[in-house]
DNA sequence: CTGAAAGCGCTTACAG
DNA sequence: CTGAAAGCGCTTACAG
């Protein structure tokens, strides 16, 4: 029968009144039990616990920042970032900040907005896993104040911290590998121009090796749909083999497009690598599980999470977050292996 | 030379000073442009724009809810909850809602304090994903007032919305479905005890298939490190061969799994299913690309959390959020493939 | 259509 | 060791 009022807030008036003491000496014993004598303690925790009270972390922070990382990425779709999200969040959480996930699903026209949501929580910091920041994103996270880290790039202008590697540096290092493994007629993967920005830089360098070995580079193969699933691979094969039959190399974006490319050599007895080679890029764990195992780029998706929460850590401590900027190159790694020959 | 003086936050009152108004005329402004006048309206717009002000979402909201939604989960390791994440933020963002992420990697123990920080963050809701909860936290969330969901499950003392299914249903009908293949000498392969209560409850529904028909169910593997990998998968066999040479049938607790026992088999010249059958849970993407295709449970991870997300919305907007629990039980099915025959 | 006052739940100086 | 006052950046009534 009672009406649903709404059950009010605990707080830190209640515990007060409660404990027979003043809302400071709340507040005191919350944040340093040592400076308040140990019967007043005593008597507030117990209030703390009785009420079940939760200060209100918001309040606490009007005015300044919050204990929150906000990270923005085009989704969780990917795993290379899924790694890297949640390798940050277990280092950051034990400074006690937690992330605050804003994805954008490759729409750069919502990035304004979501970075405008995201600022109003007045977060600690931000760590950015897209990579494409329009001007007016940048003046915005640049007036803002707040610590940025850019993830998985080397951006030219960097806005704060970086903690990434060369796009164009993988595709050149991967097909100027299997050109040295005596691939000629390779053909490239990517994904949707506007999307895939990373996956465009990687292509660049591709062309960059094949123009420095005098190699025809004409043989190119854009994903349109669900160019990060395995269709994408199986998709792949078959407009390989529709308009570049001759290929004897196949580039993909992602170990998981390399293997939906795999798996749909097998169904057609296609052999890999005899008849078709094929490479991957990320490193997942499934690359070295296949049959045959996978040749690929080792990116340490986890470690550019864990870098970048220490960088980030770093810099809210410090006095002028964004002045000097941090550069921290990952690198990568070609992990040659049964998926290609030499 | 300036002092590293701490660039002072633009607020309303800024606003409102370079408009010419008062300072509620521009909260006005913001909330509902049309109580405004036209010309009012330009001026403030115009020194919003100008000094790039983003208002302080905390303060608005003290004393209510933010405009945030905490979502519990073990990790982002399992691809499962990664897309039902995934989804909810999908969901969500359309709301202005944006997701605050609580891992507490499989540690119970945790789960207290991860809960008390969340809360201090005053979410307008919260889904867990994870499973276990103890006597304290269930108390905390009741009091705390806040819409929950659990997800993932189907919690016999619910805390307010349910979107999940029957973990022991599944396990329970995935092994029946081979025992009508046929098969008989079956191997369960599950997690350690206590990271992973679901895959307990569907080794619980094997063992009800298991004596229903009357069948030995005393093989059982436990992998304890990485079992959420693709070793768990190739450690299994390895275990199996060893342990319970005569298997016909092996039952994974998840795909990823699955497919590190068939790629495990493939090196070790075991066919697939004919020496060996396979069987995975999940219903991840890779499941029906892999050779054989591998014989799954399948589960809607997205719809988990698209689900998830409208039942919070519906229970956040309503005036006793968890008074009538509701229960969605979304169900599975049993996907048989070539990775098992019958 | 616009504004002055009070209040949301805390913390930061400042007194004692 | 403890407390009254002012303030953080907004919004909610209440006036006009």
Redesign the pocket.
Known sequence: MNPPKKA??????D??DLA????????????KP????????ELVDKAITKLN????LG??????RSNTIAVILPSLSFEGHVRTVNALSAELRGEGLHLLVGDNFYSPAEEMELLRMLLGHRPAGIVMVNSTHSDSGRELLLRSGVPVIEAWDLPSRPLGGVVGFSHNNVGFAMTEHIINCGYKKITFVRGPEDSDPRGKERYRGHLRAMTANNLDSSRLITIDKDWLGLTAGKQAVETLLKDHPDTDALVCLTDRVAMGAMMECKRRDLNVPSDLAITGHGGFDFAEHLVPALTTTRIDAANIGVQSARLLIEKINSQQPNAAEQYLDVGFEIVPRESTVG
């Open positions: 009010k807030n605990i707080t830190i008036k515990v007060a027979g003491v003043s809302l400071m000496t709340v507040s005191r014993t919350i944040r040592d400076s308040v004598s140990k019967k007043t303690r009270y939760i200060p209100d309040a606490g922070s009007l005015g300044r």
